[in-house]
Protein backbone atom coordinates (compact mmCIF):
# COMPACT_ATOMS: atom_id res chain seq x y z
CA UNK A 1 0.00 0.00 0.00
CA UNK A 2 1.43 3.09 -0.80
CA UNK A 3 1.34 6.16 1.18
CA UNK A 4 -0.99 8.60 -0.70
CA UNK A 5 -3.54 4.99 -0.37
CA UNK A 6 -3.02 5.11 3.17
CA UNK A 7 -3.69 8.68 3.22
CA UNK A 8 -6.96 8.57 1.36
CA UNK A 9 -8.39 6.09 3.69
CA UNK A 10 -7.02 7.11 6.71
CA UNK A 11 -9.35 10.25 5.60
CA UNK A 12 -12.32 8.60 4.78
CA UNK A 13 -12.31 6.56 8.06
CA UNK A 14 -11.98 9.67 9.84
CA UNK A 15 -14.92 10.77 7.83
CA UNK A 16 -16.75 7.91 8.55
CA UNK A 17 -15.74 7.88 12.50
CA UNK A 18 -17.02 11.44 12.52
CA UNK A 19 -20.69 10.63 10.32
CA UNK A 20 -21.41 7.74 12.76
CA UNK A 21 -20.86 9.41 15.97
CA UNK A 22 -22.70 12.58 14.84
CA UNK A 23 -25.21 10.29 13.68
CA UNK A 24 -25.52 8.68 16.81
CA UNK A 25 -25.87 12.08 19.03
CA UNK A 26 -28.23 12.78 16.72
CA UNK A 27 -30.39 10.18 17.72
CA UNK A 28 -30.33 10.94 21.77
CA UNK A 29 -31.80 14.73 20.59
CA UNK A 30 -35.71 14.66 21.30
CA UNK A 31 -37.82 15.08 18.49
CA UNK A 32 -38.68 18.66 17.91
CA UNK A 33 -41.38 18.70 15.27
CA UNK A 34 -44.19 16.94 17.17
CA UNK A 35 -46.28 17.61 13.84
CA UNK A 36 -43.82 15.57 11.75
CA UNK A 37 -42.76 12.14 13.45
CA UNK A 38 -40.25 10.87 12.01
CA UNK A 39 -38.44 13.74 10.48
CA UNK A 40 -35.07 14.32 11.68
CA UNK A 41 -32.32 17.16 11.17
CA UNK A 42 -30.44 14.35 9.28
CA UNK A 43 -26.42 16.60 10.94
CA UNK A 44 -24.41 13.28 9.80
CA UNK A 45 -25.17 14.15 5.67
CA UNK A 46 -22.95 17.56 6.73
CA UNK A 47 -19.97 14.37 6.19
CA UNK A 48 -21.42 13.64 3.04
CA UNK A 49 -21.42 16.79 1.75
CA UNK A 50 -17.45 17.29 2.36
CA UNK A 51 -16.53 14.23 1.05
CA UNK A 52 -18.52 15.21 -2.25
CA UNK A 53 -16.39 18.33 -2.36
CA UNK A 54 -13.19 16.67 -1.21
CA UNK A 55 -13.06 13.06 -2.82
CA UNK A 56 -13.51 11.05 -5.71
CA UNK A 57 -17.07 9.81 -5.88
CA UNK A 58 -16.26 6.37 -5.24
CA UNK A 59 -14.42 7.20 -2.67
CA UNK A 60 -17.56 8.98 -0.92
CA UNK A 61 -19.44 6.32 -1.91
CA UNK A 62 -17.60 4.20 0.13
CA UNK A 63 -17.58 6.13 2.71
CA UNK A 64 -21.69 6.50 2.50
CA UNK A 65 -22.11 2.94 3.02
CA UNK A 66 -19.87 2.43 5.63
CA UNK A 67 -21.49 5.70 7.61
CA UNK A 68 -25.03 3.55 7.49
CA UNK A 69 -23.44 0.26 8.17
CA UNK A 70 -21.88 1.27 11.27
CA UNK A 71 -24.50 3.72 12.57
CA UNK A 72 -27.53 0.46 11.92
CA UNK A 73 -24.59 -1.92 13.65
CA UNK A 74 -24.45 0.64 16.86
CA UNK A 75 -28.25 1.47 17.27
CA UNK A 76 -30.39 0.87 14.35
CA UNK A 77 -32.95 -1.85 13.00
CA UNK A 78 -33.27 -3.12 9.30
CA UNK A 79 -36.05 -0.89 8.89
CA UNK A 80 -34.31 2.13 9.98
CA UNK A 81 -31.12 1.15 7.62
CA UNK A 82 -33.57 0.22 5.13
CA UNK A 83 -35.40 3.99 5.26
CA UNK A 84 -31.54 5.34 5.73
CA UNK A 85 -29.89 3.50 2.84
CA UNK A 86 -32.75 4.26 0.24
CA UNK A 87 -32.86 8.33 1.45
CA UNK A 88 -28.91 8.47 1.39
CA UNK A 89 -28.47 6.53 -2.30
CA UNK A 90 -30.91 8.67 -3.47
CA UNK A 91 -29.90 12.30 -1.92
CA UNK A 92 -26.16 11.15 -2.61
CA UNK A 93 -26.70 10.64 -6.72
CA UNK A 94 -28.80 13.57 -6.78
CA UNK A 95 -26.18 15.93 -5.24
CA UNK A 96 -23.95 14.54 -7.48
CA UNK A 97 -25.53 15.17 -10.87
CA UNK A 98 -26.96 18.53 -9.20
CA UNK A 99 -22.88 18.87 -8.48
CA UNK A 100 -22.55 18.77 -12.32
CA UNK A 101 -24.41 21.94 -13.61
CA UNK A 102 -21.04 23.88 -11.77
CA UNK A 103 -21.04 26.89 -8.67
CA UNK A 104 -22.23 29.21 -11.26
CA UNK A 105 -25.55 28.10 -11.70
CA UNK A 106 -25.68 26.03 -7.87
CA UNK A 107 -24.40 27.01 -4.89
CA UNK A 108 -23.09 24.04 -1.93
CA UNK A 109 -26.16 25.18 -0.37
CA UNK A 110 -28.74 24.60 -3.10
CA UNK A 111 -27.15 21.11 -3.54
CA UNK A 112 -27.78 19.98 0.29
CA UNK A 113 -31.41 21.38 -0.20
CA UNK A 114 -31.40 19.69 -2.79
CA UNK A 115 -30.42 16.31 -0.91
CA UNK A 116 -32.47 16.81 1.73
CA UNK A 117 -35.56 17.07 -0.41
CA UNK A 118 -34.30 13.84 -2.25
CA UNK A 119 -33.51 12.18 1.23
CA UNK A 120 -36.94 12.11 2.08
CA UNK A 121 -38.62 11.01 -1.38
CA UNK A 122 -36.17 7.77 -0.88
CA UNK A 123 -37.20 7.60 2.37
CA UNK A 124 -41.26 7.73 1.53
CA UNK A 125 -40.75 5.89 -1.24
CA UNK A 126 -39.82 2.73 0.47
CA UNK A 127 -42.62 3.31 2.88
CA UNK A 128 -44.64 3.20 0.40
CA UNK A 129 -43.23 -0.23 -0.83
CA UNK A 130 -43.14 -1.83 2.99
CA UNK A 131 -47.10 -0.42 3.29
CA UNK A 132 -48.04 -1.48 -0.17
CA UNK A 133 -49.64 2.06 -0.56
CA UNK A 134 -48.55 5.40 -2.26
CA UNK A 135 -50.93 7.26 -0.15
CA UNK A 136 -47.56 7.82 2.48
CA UNK A 137 -46.65 9.89 -0.14
CA UNK A 138 -49.25 12.98 1.30
CA UNK A 139 -46.31 12.77 4.15
CA UNK A 140 -44.13 14.13 1.63
CA UNK A 141 -45.04 18.24 1.74
CA UNK A 142 -44.70 18.34 5.53
CA UNK A 143 -41.43 16.42 5.20
CA UNK A 144 -40.44 18.18 1.92
CA UNK A 145 -40.41 21.52 3.89
CA UNK A 146 -38.61 20.44 6.86
CA UNK A 147 -35.68 18.13 4.68
CA UNK A 148 -35.18 21.45 2.43
CA UNK A 149 -34.76 23.68 5.44
CA UNK A 150 -32.47 21.04 7.56
CA UNK A 151 -30.59 20.77 3.80
CA UNK A 152 -30.06 24.54 4.20
CA UNK A 153 -29.13 24.51 7.57
CA UNK A 154 -26.58 21.31 6.67
CA UNK A 155 -25.58 23.66 3.72
CA UNK A 156 -24.34 26.62 5.05
CA UNK A 157 -22.62 24.59 7.61
CA UNK A 158 -20.57 23.43 5.26
CA UNK A 159 -19.70 26.03 3.72
CA UNK A 160 -18.59 27.82 6.52
CA UNK A 161 -16.13 24.49 7.02
CA UNK A 162 -14.90 24.74 3.65
CA UNK A 163 -13.69 28.83 4.28
CA UNK A 164 -12.48 28.19 7.95
CA UNK A 165 -11.07 25.07 7.90
CA UNK A 166 -7.63 24.98 5.56
CA UNK A 167 -7.52 21.62 5.10
CA UNK A 168 -11.06 21.14 3.42
CA UNK A 169 -10.85 24.28 1.74
CA UNK A 170 -7.31 22.41 0.23
CA UNK A 171 -9.30 20.22 -0.84
CA UNK A 172 -12.10 21.10 -2.30
CA UNK A 173 -9.60 23.39 -3.96
CA UNK A 174 -7.90 20.15 -5.52
CA UNK A 175 -11.50 18.48 -6.55
CA UNK A 176 -13.30 21.47 -7.94
CA UNK A 177 -11.23 20.73 -11.55
CA UNK A 178 -11.13 17.26 -12.02
CA UNK A 179 -13.29 15.37 -13.79
CA UNK A 180 -14.87 12.38 -13.21
CA UNK A 181 -12.67 10.57 -16.25
CA UNK A 182 -9.30 11.42 -14.79
CA UNK A 183 -7.24 8.26 -13.14
CA UNK A 184 -4.95 9.90 -10.69
CA UNK A 185 -6.39 10.78 -7.30
CA UNK A 186 -6.00 14.46 -5.30
CA UNK A 187 -3.94 11.56 -2.28
CA UNK A 188 -1.65 11.80 -4.41
CA UNK A 189 -0.29 15.47 -4.38
CA UNK A 190 1.77 16.24 -1.68
Known amino acids: ??????RKYIYIALLVAQGVIIG????????????????????ANLITIVSIFTMRWRDSFLLLWLRLLLTTLLGGTLS????SAAGAVLSYFGMLLIKQLGPKRVSLIGISAAG????????LAVASLIAQSWTVMLYLPILSSIGILAGF??????NYLFEHIQLLAYLRQIEAPRTSTQKESHYDEN
Open 1 to 6: MTQSQL
Open 24 to 43: LLERMIPFPFSFAPGAKLGL
Open 80 to 83: TFLY
Open 116 to 123: GLLHNVGQ
Open 153 to 158: AIGVTA
